[in-house]
């Protein structure tokens, strides 16, 4: 389903040249979950933003499917786009919108029908559970409700890969039990691909199959969850 190969990115900030990934090479099977783990600086957000090119790679490939994702014109990437969703640590929500707006907005994009947006939201709505919720704005929900809103909105488009970025790390251990219970529950229904990015183990012992650990911009080891961390 994904699949990187040798990839590399460095950043060049006038003086500094920092290498974020050197060599990254991973495969990601059709509706796995597939969390990634490392220190702050072991370069996952770097990783998991040029899974759908937020960032420009310097060198290698990531394949999503028959598609070589460093290699597409404007447009086709924005069409590529629209098969991932992506839910942030901040949730990075619309505040001047209300919660049915916020979910709509990808779908106005896509100049989907009035009718069909109202259809797709009130499904997405009924999915996370935030039915009642419609009318309000983010500031009135807690944190966890937030993200219910990122996870529904990210999935209106109906992708095929959600990318997590560090996604219950703004939540009490709570909260996070039932947001990683939501996208496991997503994972079984919908036969979603999920990469997750974290630094928290408990993360990938909850719900991840695989799991890749990185350091320094390099798989230190990947496998499955019981093979990676059960060893002696
Ligand atoms: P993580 O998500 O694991 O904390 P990052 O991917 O954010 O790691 O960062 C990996 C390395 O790349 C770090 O040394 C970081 O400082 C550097 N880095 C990340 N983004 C940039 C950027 N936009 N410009 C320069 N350096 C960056
Ligand atoms: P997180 O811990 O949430 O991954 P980071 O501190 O890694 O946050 O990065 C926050 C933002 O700052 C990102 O957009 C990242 O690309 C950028 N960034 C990280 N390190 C650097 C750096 N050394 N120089 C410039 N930008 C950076």
Known sequence: MIT????VKTYTTRSKTTTALNGINLE???GEIFGIIGHSGAGKSTLIRCINMLEQP?????????????RLGKRQLQRQRRRIGMIFQHFNLLSSATIY?????????ERMSRSE?????????ELVGLTEHATKYPAQLSGGQKQRVGIARALATDPNVLLCD?????????????ILRLLLDINRKLGL?????THEMHVIQSICDKVAVINDGIIAEQGPVIEVFLKP
Do not use: Y
Not at 101 to 109: H, Q
Not at 117 to 125: F, G, N, Y
Not at 193 to 197: C, D, F
């Open 28 to 30: 990601i099977g059709k």
């Open 101 to 109: 707006d916020n979910i709509a907005f990808p779908l106005r994009l």
């Open 117 to 125: 947006i109202d259809r797709k939201v009130k499904a997405m709505l």
């Open 4 to 7: 990187i190969k040798n990839l």
């Open 58 to 70: 310097t060198s290698g490939s990531v394949w999503i499917g028959d598609t070589d994702m460093t």
């Open 193 to 197: 691909t999920i990469v997750l990015i």
């Open 166 to 178: 560090e996604a219950t790390s703004a939540l009490d251990p709570q909260t996070t039990d039932s």
